[in-house]
């Protein structure tokens, strides 16, 4: 509950100062269709880069078991505001790198769109740009992420508890999860908690 309120006040003080922007490899317009398909309901875009604390990058790096690269260390963020100027939720578009044997099978450059609510939950997600097996970027695979959090577990399995993957796509599906879970670490050390210098 504190998580939720305090996710609320962050984007209402990132909705007071956003600010345009473009980002590097998309433009303006192609960032605003994707952001329509996480967030069909809304109807403005903010975009803010929030650099993070020593302390930050330090926490990052330790739960994702990777360096962040410079960019990294400064996202670009995105808040949707929906009817009536209410903020709806943000995200974060992430190129899974999570160093492990996944990785080396990613085909291409993809990105995935990450959407939170205020409750800090997953909201919606997204996979750009994907060549593979088609059902890991559609509902049937999706679908069991929405409503999780970074406490959730996000390994790919067959216990009660873990992600079910796509039979036969088990390494491509937990590159896909740690993908998912890179954005909502991304997004929750700058909005899911007090941030520490």
């Avoid at 269709?33 to 309901?41: A, G, T």
């Avoid at 800090?120 to 088609?134: A, D, E, M, R, Y």
Wanted: hydrophobic share 40%; proline share 6%.
């Amino acid at each position: 509950m504190h998580s939720a309120k305090y996710i609320i006040i962050v984007l209402l003080f990132f909705y007071s100062n956003g600010c345009y922007a473009h980002l590097a490899s998309w433009s303006w317009e192609e960032t605003k269709e994707k952001l329509e398909v996480l967030f069909p309901e809304g109807t403005r875009f903010l975009q803010k880069k929030i650099p993070y604390s020593a302390f930050q990058v330090t926490e990052i790096a330790s739960k994702l078991n990777f360096t962040l690269h410079p960019e990294d260390k400064v996202p670009v963020f995105f808040t949707a505001i929906g009817p009536h100027s209410v903020p709806l939720g943000v995200a974060i578009f992430v190129d899974p790198r999570t160093e492990s044997e996944h990785y080396k099978i990613s085909k291409g450059k993809v990105e995935i769109g990450v959407a939170i609510n205020l409750k800090g939950k997953v909201k919606s997600l997204q996979i750009f740009n994907w060549t593979g097996v088609p059902e890991i970027a559609q509902p049937i695979f999706l679908k069991q992420f929405y409503s999780k959090s970074p406490n959730d577990t996000f390994k790919v399995g067959d216990t009660e508890k873990s992600i079910k993957p796509i039979q036969g796509e088990e390494m491509t599906c937990q590159l896909i999860s740690s993908g998912i879970y890179e954005g909502l670490i991304f997004l929750f050390e700058a909005f899911g908690k007090k941030r520490k210098k």
